[in-house]
């Protein structure tokens, strides 16, 4: 892998980069030798495969070589590969915090004069929220609401679904999809 690293195929560099990041010891000492190499496309791969390597040390080499490297080539593939990091997928669901943690819902509690005990679910505050809720902590109501096969939960979301119109609707049938898929129904 060192010596494709160090070709002169630019294509061969890049798949062995992006091999290396996936040879965890061996292979991050060889990348993190190869962003210092004097071959400007060497460097360029080592950008390449640090990119793929998902730590705070492979971070930190490629914010420095955007900022130190003297090839503009390799400091705009760090500068890539770095906002690469920052913006995650869209399209990947990340897990909800727990009731207990998420600010909307503290914030609400604060407005009914409740508060929300860490290891418990706040059923009757959600549907406080569902009922009476602004329209954003309505939509973070269902969101936690569909999470929670029980029969109020299903219901209040039911009425929702039945009893609206609009974007509220839309999103209490997507809850009920949602409860559908995990099997629910």
Known sequence: MTEALISDDE???????????HKS???HEILKEAIESKNLLVRRAAVFGLAQIKEEWARSL???STI????????????QAVEAMDNLNP???VPLPEPSESPWLLAFAAK????IGIDTTPLDLLLSALSNGLPD??????????????IDSIQAITDMAQNTSGIMQDV???????LYLSGIF
């Open 11 to 21: 294509a061969l560099q890049l798949t062995a980069a992006e091999i290396l990041a």
């Open 25 to 27: 010891t061996e292979g």
């Open 62 to 64: 490629l914010e420095r």
């Open 68 to 79: 130190e490297d003297g090839q503009w080539v390799v400091r705009n593939a760090s500068a």
């Open 91 to 93: 399209y990947i669901p």
């Open 112 to 115: 009914q004069g409740s508060s």
């Open 137 to 150: 902590e309505r939509v973070s109501a269902l969101t936690y609401l569909r999470t929670i096969p029980q």
């Open 172 to 178: 209490a049938v997507f809850s009920l999809w949602f």
